[in-house]
T-cell receptor, first 113, second 111 residues
Framework: NAGVTQTPKFQVLKTGQSMTLQCAQDMNHEYMSWYRQDPGMGLRLIHY???????DQGEVPNGYNVSRSTTEDFPLRLLSAAPSQTSVYFCASRRQGDNSPLHFGNGTRLTVT | SQQGEEDPQALSIQEGENATMNCSYKTSINNLQWYRQNSGRGLVHLILIRSNEREKHSGRLRVTLDTSKKSSSLLITASRAADTASYFCATDANAGNMLTFGGGTRLMVKP
């Protein structure tokens, strides 16, 4: 199994551009989520999904959209990039139900100039 | 807002010594989890302790949980240079749908 795969690994955007960060998992996990990691702030939840067709907001959802058309994929869209969205983005998945650990991808490092 | 806060923020020890990291949180939880992150990589799950458990072991890892003090500790015994990483606690307070992470402890183990 490849686990959780994120693409691209690195991206540079200009302010106002849009882009989609891709996330795919091959573990048949119902739950998928997006976090951003900023220095000294740990990880903050952006959006999550408990199954295909279901998404919900996390702690910092503004400026981001998600969709979940399949179990495997959970793309994160930046509608109009801002310098404040410069961060490292992590996708994570797990089986639904209590006490299941998260499996993380290796992240996408995004710089917005 | 961060649910968990790790202490210390950074820790430097010699190989063979024990490393202890602490985590405090604010609200009631279902479970508390510890993750490790090597530089430039995603987080890797280490251990989970349920709210009704007080102590758990996994290899060289020992986790304690004190729900009355809303705190947990992670002990790594006989540390190795390969243990150098950042360690994060995460709390599950909403049926696992919103796992909340602390700011992490950066551990350096010198050979």
């Amino acid at each position: 199994n490849a686990g959780v795969t994120q693409t691209p690994k690195f991206q540079v955007l200009k302010t106002g551009q849009s882009m989609t960060l891709q996330c795919a998992q091959d573990m048949n996990h119902e739950y998928m989520s997006w976090y951003r990691q900023d220095p000294g702030m740990g990880l903050r939840l952006i959006h999550y999904s408990v199954g295909a067709g279901i998404t919900d907001q996390g702690e910092v959802p503004n400026g981001y959209n998600v969709s979940r058309s399949t179990t495997e994929d959970f793309p994160l869209r930046l509608l109009s990039a801002a310098p404040s969205q410069t961060s490292v983005y992590f996708c994570a998945s797990r089986r639904q139900g209590d006490n299941s650990p998260l499996h993380f991808g290796n992240g996408t490092r995004l710089t917005v100039t | 807002s961060q649910q968990g806060e790790e202490d210390p923020q950074a820790l430097s020890i010699q190989e063979g010594e024990n490393a202890t990291m602490n985590c405090s949180y604010k609200t009631s939880i279902n479970n508390l989890q510890w993750y490790r992150q090597n530089s430039g990589r995603g987080l890797v799950h280490l251990i989970l302790i349920r709210s009704n458990e007080r102590e758990k072991h996994s290899g060289r890892l020992r986790v304690t949980l004190d729900t009355s003090k809303k705190s947990s500790s992670l002990l790594i015994t006989a540390s190795r240079a390969a243990d150098t990483a950042s360690y994060f606690c995460a709390t599950d307070a909403n049926a696992g749908n919103m796992l909340t992470f602390g700011g992490g402890t950066r551990l350096m183990v010198k050979p």
